[in-house]
């Protein structure tokens, strides 16, 4: 009759295994296409030293696209509030270039990398959100 309990034991820690495994590939994915899409923006910054293109504007649009998909699926694995502040540098973003604000812009872009960066490093998963 034990032998029952540990198998059932070890199913759950296996199954929630899995979860965070899910969990820190799913929240990896979206922060780094984020990081990507800042990038790509800083090139293109670095090439035409202006924000009036069709190329930056594409850019602009290609990183709130990945974000907004990426951000629905975020909010079932983290605190909403814990990642609401790279939705709101990234709408500042739209702002500054339709204002051709170059300033700005890098200030928000490094922004949202430091963001991603720094979320990357505590919502990963751990021995501790197993247990």
Request: charged share 20%; aromatic share 10%; with cysteine.
């Amino acid at each position: 009759m034990k032998v029952f309990h540990y198998i059932n034991f070890g199913i759950i820690f296996l199954f929630l295994v899995a979860i965070c495994v899910i969990e820190d590939v799913v929240v990896n994915n979206s922060l780094t296409q984020t990081q990507y899409d800042c990038f790509q923006i800083e090139r293109q910054l670095e090439r035409d030293e202006t924000l009036n293109s069709m190329q930056m504007a594409l850019l602009v649009d290609n990183l709130e696209y990945h974000w907004d998909n990426n951000e629905s699926s975020l909010c079932y694995l983290v605190n909403h509030k814990s990642i609401q502040e790279i939705g709101m540098e990234i709408s500042k973003i739209k702002s500054y270039v339709a204002n051709n604000d170059v300033e700005a812009l890098k200030v928000s872009i490094e922004t949202i990398k430091y963001c991603c960066h720094s979320y990357l490093h505590f919502m990963g998963a751990s021995v501790h959100n197993i247990l």
